[in-house]
């Protein structure tokens, strides 16, 4: 019983060793190259405010720029992306 139990255990072991597969290096090293990179992405990461007082209080504040955006669309909205 105790022969079965390690050959069990040993065969276990074994298939991790071969569970590596090329193509999933070749899958994921594409998938890296068309992801954003952080420096693509920081938009997203922007701290938008709804109204120009607020953004210009804070802006005083924190010593920060505006990046004003004006939405002409009738359902225009920057924080959820529609615009």
């Known amino acids: 019983m105790r022969i079965k139990w390690v050959l069990c255990c040993l065969l276990f ?3 991790f060793a071969f569970a590596e597969n090329p193509s999933a290096k070749r899958i994921l090293a594409g998938y890296e190259a068309l992801r954003p990179s952080a420096k693509d992405l920081a938009m997203y990461r922007l701290d938008w405010e709804d109204s120009l007082d607020v953004a210009l209080n804070r802006a005083i504040k924190e010593n920060r720029p505006i990046c004003m955006i ?7 909205d920057i924080t959820s992306g529609h615009c």
Do not use: F, N
């Not at 004006?70 to 225009?76: D, N, R, S």
């Open 13 to 15: 072991l074994v298939g």
């Open 70 to 76: 004006i939405i002409h669309a009738k359902y225009g």
